[in-house]
């Protein structure tokens, strides 16, 4: 299905930009796993050869987009899924074999949810609940691992990466999103896709950053302002601004409570959208 949706949008996009000069900006949209969906959609465009000038994406969406701006293709991103330690990232379990070392080891624990008593408090012992359901020290390893040669060769500027790129934020203190332009590579995608209550949030200056789908999670605004692509793709990969329901879990609860409509809705006459509702829950990795 997705090699036909991609000749249908290499044929359109074919026909739409005769012009060498002309530039395309992809952005994707946030929604956990069903996120994977966004390198079917690069791999389709790429095999038509549509070119990529610019991309952005929020949550998931980022995650993707920044690979593909640090210079991994498709096939690369689909073998790192396919290879399962994208559902190690989000366990909240640190990997024995590659950063226990920098931990002290401690028992294995296979709790959901772990409760500690601070015997040193002035008023007695008190029950202390974590701030956020899992860990996120796997996953700040994994993404610096990931993004650090593609911020040292870019110095940082996210201009200046193999395809340049932004993704959004939400700063909780200032109430609004924050586009994330410069910096560490890894820290600006960690920060896109911090679900609250989910994953510990990123602090920097004065800013307390959360998961950028609770303002925005299609940035193809600020993709089109700062980049101003001729024609924007916009690859979709949620039913949109759908409130939380009996049988979500609770992590699709937390995300879909805390997310503000989006605008979903591209420039008629110089878009395309590829859009799915992946029907996959926002961690189940091993479906998506």
Known sequence: MLRKIGSFVGMLLLVALPAAAQKVGVVMSGGGAKGLYHIGVLEALEENGVPIDYVAGTSMGSIIAAMYAAGYSPAEMRAIVDSGVVKEWVSGRIDPNKYMAYYRQVGSNPAFLSLRIDVESPSGKRLRVPRNLI??????MALTELFAPATAAADGDFDRLMVPFLCVASDLNHRGPVVM????????VRSSMSIPLVFKPMVKDSMLLYDGGIYDNFPWKPLDADFRPDLIVGSICTEGNTPPSEDSNIMDQAFMLAMH????TLPEERS????????VNMLDFDQA
């Open 272 to 279: 395309v959208t590829i859009r799915r509702a992946v029907g």
């Open 261 to 264: 409509d989006t605008d979903y």
């Open 135 to 140: 860990s996120s020290t796997q996953i700040d």
């Open 181 to 188: 332009r410069e910096g560490d590579l890894s820290e600006a």
